[in-house]
């Protein structure tokens, strides 16, 4: 898997391709959550659940159907009165991109049984063609070794950099076309 903090990451950065008005900041923290949802399931270890079973790590908490439903209902759960129709579905379908980017970048790893992205519906799992990302240690206390930093670095070049590089042009891109509104 890819650490936390990178899935967090992505999910900000993902952000800046919707406009302030479109997604007010204050549901970033959202959107930051959910990225990192998915990682829930490392606790079935805990209960003799097995890596490749569908409750197992990257099984059905890390598939796009997961991600609809749980991006639906946090979405339908926000309350504020300003949060209506189209804004709400902006948000949904933010929080849905934030979730689902958490397989993607499982599946860049090069570690694991890979992702099952259509679960329940299939248990096959998959891995991206190009798998760069060195996978993250599950255990916490393995997290803070040289490990890890072999990791942190793998995720600064193939996760961070481009997700700052998505961030800057969608950013840039979001001003220009605000700038032609006005």
């Not at 599946?107 to 694991?112: D, I, Q, S, V, Y």
């Not at 798998?131 to 072999?150: C, K, M, N, Y």
Request: net charge positive; with cysteine; charged share 15%.
């Amino acid at each position: 898997m890819a650490s936390a903090l990178s899935h967090a990451y992505v999910a900000l950065s993902l952000s800046s391709g919707f406009s302030a008005r479109q997604l007010p900041r204050r549901w970033l923290l959202l959107g930051m959550a959910c990225a990192v949802v998915p990682d829930i399931d490392v606790i079935g270890f805990q209960f003799g659940i097995h890596y490749g079973d569908l409750l197992g790590h990257r099984g059905i908490t890390h598939s796009l159907a997961f991600a609809a439903v749980l991006s639906i209902l946090v979405a339908a759960c926000v309350p504020s009165r300003n949060l209506q129709g189209t804004k709400r579905r902006i948000l949904a379908l933010f929080l849905f991109v934030a979730t689902a980017s958490h397989g993607v970048l499982d599946a860049m790893t090069n570690g694991g049984l890979g992702v099952a992205f259509f679960a329940p519906f299939s248990s096959a799992r998959y891995f991206l063609p190009f798998r760069p990302v060195q996978v993250s240690p599950i255990s916490i206390a393995a997290f803070f070794t040289h490990r890890g930093v072999e990791v942190l670095e793998s995720e600064l070049l193939w996760i961070g950099i481009p997700s700052l590089v998505w961030a800057v042009v969608a950013t840039l891109w979001q001003q220009r076309r605000g700038s032609r509104e006005r």
